[in-house]
C-alpha cells in the first residue's frame, strides 16, 4: 500500500472519529439541557467534563494534522 | 455552412467541447465547493469547541439559578399544618409551587409540587399516602420517589426546619 493511499484511509478515519465525537457532545449538550430545565444539576458537571474531554481529543488530532502538514511541506 | 459557433465567434470551442458562458465565466465552481478532510477536521474541531463551551454554560446557569435557592423563609405554624394534612407554598420564588405534609411517621416532609413528568401540579393524597399528579395518574411516595406512573425523577425535596409552632424553608436539595 502506498504512504499517500495510507495517509488518506489515516485523515478518513481520524475524520470519522472526530465526527462520532461532535455528535457524542451534541447528545451531551442535549441531556444537560434537559437536566437544566428539570433542575438535576449533578448530572451537569459530569456532562461537561466529558464533553470537554472530547474536545481535547479533538484538538490533539487536529494539532496532528497540522503538524503533518508542515512536516510535509518541511520535506 | 457556418456552425453556431462559428457564427458566436468562438471558433476553439468546438474542439474543447466548452461552452462559451464557461470561458468567460471561468470560475471552477465544484473546485470551489469542494472540502478537504483537512478542512473538515478544522471545522468539526471548532464545533467541538462551541459545544463544550455550551455545556459548561449550563454548568453556570445552574450555580445561578441555584443560587436563590437557600433563602430562608416562613412557611406557616405547624397546628395550621395539622389541621389540613398538607400546606401549599411557594419557594423558594413566587414562581416554584411545593407541598409540605406530616408523614403517619410524624416527620415533616415538603417537596416542589411540579410533577417532574410534565410539570402538572401534584397533590397530596391521603389514602395513597403519597403525591398524586391527576394530569397522568403519576404516584410519589412521601419519600418524593416516583412509585407508578410516567413520572421517573424524584421531586425535588425542600428543606425544612421547625422552631417552636413556625415552619421554615431553608433551602432546596438538588437532585
Known amino acids: ?75 | 455552412m457556418k456552425t453556431r459557433d462559428e457564427e458566436q465567434g468562438c471558433a476553439g470551442c468546438k474542439a474543447s467541447s466548452t461552452p462559451k458562458w464557461r470561458q468567460d465565466f471561468p470560475i471552477d465552481w465544484e473546485g470551489d465547493h469542494y472540502v478537504t478532510r483537512r478542512e473538515m477536521v478544522k471545522f468539526l474541531t471548532l464545533g467541538s469547541l462551541l459545544l463544550a463551551s455550551a455545556n459548561w454554560v449550563t454548568v453556570v446557569a445552574s450555580k445561578l439559578l441555584h443560587r436563590g435557592s437557600h433563602v430562608e423563609r416562613l412557611l406557616g405554624s405547624a397546628s395550621d399544618l395539622e389541621k389540613a394534612g398538607s400546606m401549599l407554598f411557594r419557594y423558594p420564588t413566587n414562581d416554584d409551587p411545593c407541598i409540605a405534609v406530616r408523614t403517619p411517621e410524624g416527620n415533616l416532609v415538603a417537596y416542589s409540587q411540579v410533577c417532574t413528568h410534565l410539570s402538572c401540579a401534584v397533590v397530596y393524597d391521603r389514602t395513597e399516602n403519597g403525591f398524586f399528579c391527576p394530569c397522568h395518574h403519576g404516584l410519589f411516595n412521601l419519600a418524593g420517589q416516583p412509585i407508578a406512573g410516567p413520572p421517573t425523577r424524584p421531586l425535588p425535596r425542600v428543606q425544612l426546619v421547625q422552631r417552636g409552632d413556625q415552619i421554615f424553608a431553608v433551602g432546596m436539595e438538588t437532585l
Open chain 1, 1 to 75: 500500500m502506498s504512504l499517500r493511499r495510507q495517509g488518506t484511509i489515516l485523515f478518513s478515519a481520524m475524520l470519522a472519529f472526530v465526527g462520532g465525537a461532535v455528535v457524542l457532545q451534541l447528545w451531551l449538550l442535549t441531556v444537560s439541557v434537559e437536566a437544566l430545565l428539570s433542575g438535576a444539576y449533578k448530572t451537569l458537571a459530569p456532562a461537561a467534563a466529558g464533553s470537554s474531554v472530547l474536545l481535547l481529543i479533538n484538538a490533539g488530532l487536529l494539532r496532528y494534522v497540522f503538524r503533518f502538514d508542515r512536516d510535509a511541506q518541511g520535506e
